[in-house]
T-cell receptor, first 109, second 115 residues
Framework: GQNIDQPTEMTATEGAIVQINCTYQTSGFNGLFWYQQHAGEAPTFLSYNVLDGLEEKGRFSSFLSRSKGYSYLLLKELQMKDSASYLCAVKDSNYQLIWGAGTKLIIKP | GAVVSQHPSWVICKSGTSVKIECRSLDFQATTMFWYRQFPKQSLMLMATSNEGSKATYEQGVEKDKFLINHASLTLSTLTVTSAHPEDSSFYIC???????????FGQGTRLTVV
């Protein structure tokens, strides 16, 4: 079956750096997405990786290793507003998005 | 990024009535729209995928006669929850994509409460 694993919850300190990991096993691969979702709101797009390597976008970076079925989202200079759930999703061979359960990130002052 | 508008943002209805939720892509043509349901503290659950001009493809376990999806144009899809029951209370979210290889953009979501 298809499976995406990410930690359920993480805690970090304001101003610090946090890395959220995502491992996947899917039938085919057509890209990996990271979304941010605040409680009670819809997800917002953060990043897209289809080739191996690091994609940097401001304070957020996303890394992909297709051979390892692994990705991480790196958040730098954490702010209180970064407290949210972070969803990892993979497009399979049919371009269907397979969603992880999300990682709830708690930022402490 | 592209804008997807979902309406209403919240609705309360009586058990047994029907509710329609609209999803519009405001500044792009969406060949594909997705409807999700999300229960508290759980991840997104895909309900159905709809392509403009064709019938929606429903995920296993989703009743197509209860959750009617219409994707009549490249900018509008609707989800109608028919004969709603309290267990249908949930957060319903639509997303739209220009094509298969692009990212999907989400609407604001609709919080449905059936009393």
């Amino acid at each position: 079956g298809q499976n995406i694993d990410q930690p359920t919850e993480m805690t970090a300190t304001e101003g610090a750096i946090v890395q959220i990991n995502c491992t996947y096993q899917t039938s085919g691969f057509n890209g990996l997405f990271w979304y941010q979702q605040h409680a009670g709101e819809a997800p917002t797009f953060l990043s897209y990786n289809v080739l191996d390597g690091l994609e940097e976008k401001g304070r957020f970076s996303s890394f992909l290793s297709r051979s390892k079925g692994y990705s991480y989202l790196l958040l730098k200079e954490l702010q209180m507003k970064d407290s949210a759930s972070y969803l990892c999703a993979v497009k399979d061979s049919n371009y269907q998005l397979i969603w992880g359960a999300g990682t709830k990130l708690i930022i402490k002052p | 990024g592209a804008v997807v508008s979902q309406h209403p943002s919240w609705v309360i209805c009586k058990s047994g009535t029907s509710v329609k939720i609209e999803c519009r892509s405001l500044d792009f043509q969406a060949t594909t729209m997705f409807w999700y349901r999300q229960f508290p503290k759980q991840s997104l659950m895909l309900m159905a995928t709809s392509n403009e001009g064709s019938k929606a493809t429903y995920e296993q376990g989703v009743e197509k006669d209860k959750f009617l999806i219409n994707h009549a144009s490249l900018t509008l899809s609707t989800l109608t929850v028919t004969s709603a029951h309290p267990e249908d209370s949930s957060f319903y979210i639509c997303s739209a994509a220009r094509g298969q290889e692009t990212e999907a953009f989400f609407g604001q979501g609709t919080r449905l409460t059936v009393v």
